[in-house]
């Protein structure tokens, strides 16, 4: 749904210095994603959402790429000192080598960058009445259309396939997609989790963030976090999902 209009018809606020949209109230659930109606409608939205996405860019926002997710998140970690001394030079090693298969990986695919939601996972969505509602655009950036399209997926590589196969037969309904960008999945995903982490670390002195992730900056955390590492580097040496 569109922000509303004030009585200039303008949908831009302000307050105080601050800038603000409103919206219809809209409730809802997370969509089931093991319901391939809900599967390819949620294809024909973001199908549509993605044809106006692709009409011209963003003038103030950022790019989804392994320069902003990746070495910026990996060189904050490092500079001040968040991960533990014990694995630190696993954190490091490891860092560049993940980082380096990224390149590899999107140095084969030349994408065309859009206009995306760029944090579309189920708990964004609102399904209500059979249609699906997107929440929270504050993450909107330029990148690859597969971006919005590969936090749907799970279980194991032949559910994904079918289930991305669903996606897609809705989606192509309103806007085309390049097959060559389902080899960006798993080099997507690593780069969320690298950005996610330092997302946490750069906002830590918030004193807001300790009480909400009581659980982030412990060695525990750390180790847990260099062994979804070590598995994504793992996946990203695995053969992309292959749609026909």
Known sequence: MPPLANDEGQTLREYKGFRFALYPRQGGHAPNLDDFDALLSLGRTLGRIHALGQARP???????DIQTFGRESYAFLLENEFIPASLRESY????????AR???????????????????????????????????????????????????????????????SEILDGYREFCEFDLAELQLIEALRSLRIM????????????????????WFNTERYWGEHILELREQLAALNEPPLVIY
């Not at 655009?137 to 330029?142: N, P, W």
């Not at 946490?200 to 909400?212: C, I, M, Q, S």
């Open 58 to 64: 963003f003038e103030h926002r950022p790019a989804l």
């Open 92 to 99: 490091r090693t490891l860092g560049a080598d993940l980082l």
């Open 102 to 164: 990224c390149d590899t990986l999107f140095g084969r695919v030349d994408y065309q960058a859009i206009r995306l939601h760029g944090d579309c996972h189920p708990g964004n969505i609102l399904w209500r009445d059979e249609v699906p509602h997107f929440v929270d655009f504050d993450d909107a950036r330029m990148g690859p259309a597969i971006q919005d399209l590969w936090m749907l997926l799970s279980g194991e590589r032949d559910q994904q396939t079918a289930q991305m």
């Open 195 to 214: 950005h996610y982490s330092a997302w946490l670390a750069r906002r830590w002195t918030d004193p807001a963030f300790p009480k909400h992730f009581p």
